[in-house]
C-alpha cells in the first residue's frame, strides 16, 4: 500500500471569509494554510482608507493528505469547497506555493503603495475635489505633492494636491502585478 504525502490543494471560501476560513483549517484541523494578503489604500467618499485584501479573493491553498481530510475540510467554517476539475481534485505545484511564500514572508501582508508616475490617472480622495479623476502631471517626493491636471470649469487646470490625498484609478491586484515584481526584486537585491 502506498502512503500519500502532503500536497497543496486549493480552496473556494464564502465572499470575504478568506481569512475565516484559513484560521479555522489552521486551528481545527491543525493544517497548514497559505492566505496570501495584499495592504492597499482605497478611495472612498469617506477619504481614503487602508484595508488588507486578500491576493486570492475567495480562495485560499490548504497542505493536507486530502484523502484523510477532504470531508473536515468541505465543512470548515468559511470554506465552500475545494476546486475541483470534474471528479478530480488537482494539486498545487509546491513551487507555485514556494514562490509566492518568497512574497509574503511568514503570512505577514505585503505592503503595496501606489507608484505614481506622470500620465497616470488618479482619483482624488478628499478635499475640494473630492471624486474627481485627473491625470499627474508631476510627482514631487520631497513636498510629498503631486501636480495633477484637472478639467475645471470647461478646461483643464493644474493643481498641486497632498500626495495623501490621490489614489491610483485603476487600483486591482492585476494592475499592480509589476509593482509586487518589483518589491520582490527590491527585496533580493537588498
Given at each position: 500500500m502506498q502512503i500519500e504525502s502532503p500536497a497543496w490543494y486549493c480552496a473556494r471560501t464564502k465572499p470575504k471569509h478568506e481569512h475565516i476560513a484559513a484560521?479555522?483549517?489552521?486551528?481545527?484541523?491543525k493544517l497548514k494554510v497559505f492566505n496570501p494578503r495584499l495592504r492597499v489604500q482605497r478611495a472612498t467618499q469617506r477619504g481614503i482608507v487602508r484595508l488588507v485584501e486578500p491576493l486570492?479573493?475567495?480562495?485560499?491553498?490548504?497542505?493536507?493528505?486530502?484523502?484523510?481530510?477532504?470531508?473536515?475540510?468541505?465543512?470548515?467554517?468559511?470554506?465552500?469547497?475545494?476546486?475541483?476539475?470534474?471528479?478530480?481534485?488537482?494539486?498545487?505545484?509546491?513551487?507555485?506555493?514556494?514562490?509566492?511564500?518568497?512574497?509574503?514572508?511568514?503570512e505577514e501582508t505585503m505592503t503595496i503603495e501606489d507608484r505614481l508616475a506622470p500620465t497616470d490617472e488618479v482619483i482624488i480622495a478628499d478635499?475640494?475635489?473630492?471624486?474627481?479623476?485627473?491625470?499627474?502631471l508631476r510627482v514631487m517626493p520631497a513636498t510629498?505633492?503631486?501636480q495633477i491636471l484637472l478639467d475645471v470649469l470647461g478646461g483643464p487646470t493644474s493643481v498641486e494636491v497632498d500626495r495623501a490625498s490621490v489614489v491610483l484609478e485603476k487600483n486591482t491586484v492585476?494592475?499592480?502585478?509589476?509593482i509586487l515584481a518589483a518589491s520582490h526584486r527590491q527585496r533580493v537585491r537588498v
Open positions: 484560521a479555522n483549517v489552521r486551528k481545527n484541523l486570492f479573493p475567495c480562495y485560499i491553498f490548504i497542505n493536507c493528505v486530502i484523502g484523510e481530510k477532504l470531508n473536515e475540510i468541505q465543512h470548515a467554517n468559511g470554506v465552500s469547497s475545494l476546486v475541483r476539475f470534474g471528479h478530480k481534485i488537482p494539486k498545487v505545484d509546491d513551487a507555485i506555493i514556494e514562490e509566492l511564500q518568497n512574497y509574503f514572508a511568514a478635499g475640494a475635489f473630492a471624486g474627481m479623476q485627473a491625470k499627474v510629498q505633492r503631486v492585476a494592475d499592480r502585478a509589476p
